[in-house]
């Protein structure tokens, strides 16, 4: 059995707001303004996350305004550098992330790793889904894996993350899983999930090994087939998308996303955003949010999260060594 749980551990932080006297009511502003920085591209799982926590966190009143910028390059690495190298002047500026900043570091593809950012909080999951076009042969894990024994060279798997990234990782898991040879899959890499999405549309590729959220509004437009989700039950955003452990492949993967500041945020700064996020559970907006993308609730602020990512850290070395990536 394959299992790879992220340490999930429901925690709201009781976190005082700065400057304030009393409780902070739901629709009170605890930040002014807020600017996002985007890892990858537009589409992608980072991007998703980024806008839709803000949208929640602007309509539900907690913070004035919300700005975003996406900054492709370097499997991330370019716009964690950017962070660290302006971190002066970058003090209103948040950074989303998630798992692939443990796995790029400890791969080698950039240099620095979440030790070299103050972290602020994880924020929510998203189970990893294998997707085909609509149009596709292809209708379950069945006919994927079919299609693999008869043609592997020709039944390439695509992802919006480098070779070795979390996309591929996701993908290679679950053939590991289905008692195939995890290294042997033909993983063609894209920038983000956006361009990877629109690779499988257009035939590039058979299968693309993605977010749940990033699939959900397309496969609920017909667009695109959801043939297995690394959860342990079915996902209420996409019910009639089966588990992989429906399907006789016994894994299961969460992946945790959040959200990280620059190096020597002032703990003034750093306080009133942990205090935001975590009053943003409680709004309706950020209900809606959630629920529109299938997103799990996973609340890590401050030492937790730090000591979140120590526990995953170690995880995904142990996995990456038996799967031979590192």
Known sequence: MTTFKLGRRALI???AAVGLTGPALADEQVVDSIHFLIPGGAGGGWDGTA????????NAGLVGTASYENMSGGGGGKAIGFLIENADSNHGTLMVNSTPIVIRSLTGVFPHNFRDLTLVSGTIGDYAAIVVGKDSPINSMADLLAAYDTDPSSTAIG???VPGGMDHLVAA?????AGKDALGVKYIPYDAGGKAMAALL???????STGFSEAVDLANAGEVKIIGVTSEERVGAAPDAMTMKEQGIDT???????FFGAPGLPEDKLVAYQDAITKMYDTPEWEDVRARNGWVNIHNSGDDFETFLEQQEQQISDLMKKLGFL
């Open 202 to 208: 257009s035939g590039e590729i058979a299968a693309l």
């Open 252 to 258: 299961t993967f969460v992946n945790w996303r959040g």
């Open 173 to 177: 898991m679950v053939m590991e899983a």
């Open 13 to 15: 932080a009781a976190v």
């Open 51 to 58: 806008r839709g926590t803000g949208e929640a966190l602007t």
């Open 159 to 161: 992802g919006g993350s």
